[in-house]
């Protein structure tokens, strides 16, 4: 089957049917206003890009001052652990001294007023056989 010439229709004087040249500034026109369109995406995606990185050195920024602050606090937490223990070990030593001091004293009014030290003052109970 072979078709003619004549019957395929020529449509190019049909009234609102575009020229090739139509076409052509139609679709140029429609890539020109895609670019732009792409252009202005692009140019709001780099600004938020640059606020993105600028947000980024700001928080590394303050992570690094507060990791300084922090090494600083370990430091002056660790310098009072130190001298809490220094003291209570200190006040450790002073009550024992002192507590042997009152046996001594107490030992010694004991040894003045007649009394007997190493005796102890209760009386020790036995178990008898009678009770």
């Known amino acids: 089957m072979t078709v003619a010439l004549l019957e395929i229709e020529d449509t190019s004087d049909w009234l609102g049917c575009p020229t090739e040249l139509e076409t052509c500034r139609y679709f140029l026109r429609m890539t020109e206003n895609e670019v732009q369109e792409l252009t202005l995406q692009l140019r709001k995606t780099r600004e938020d ?3 993105l990185v ?3 050195a700001d928080a590394t920024k303050e992570c690094g001052a507060l990791r300084a602050e922090l090494a600083k606090t370990k ?4 310098d009072s652990n130190r001298r809490a223990t ?3 070990t200190k006040s450790n ?3 024992m001294a002192n507590s042997r001091h009152i046996c001594e004293l107490i030992l010694t009014i004991r040894e003045l007023s007649g009394e007997k030290p190493f005796e102890s003052p209760y ?3 036995r178990d008898t056989p009678d009770t």
């Open 49 to 51: 890009i640059f606020g």
């Open 54 to 56: 600028q947000m980024h």
């Open 75 to 78: 430091t002056d937490l660790a």
């Open 86 to 88: 220094e003291i209570e």
């Open 93 to 95: 030593w002073e009550l």
């Open 123 to 125: 009386p020790i109970q």
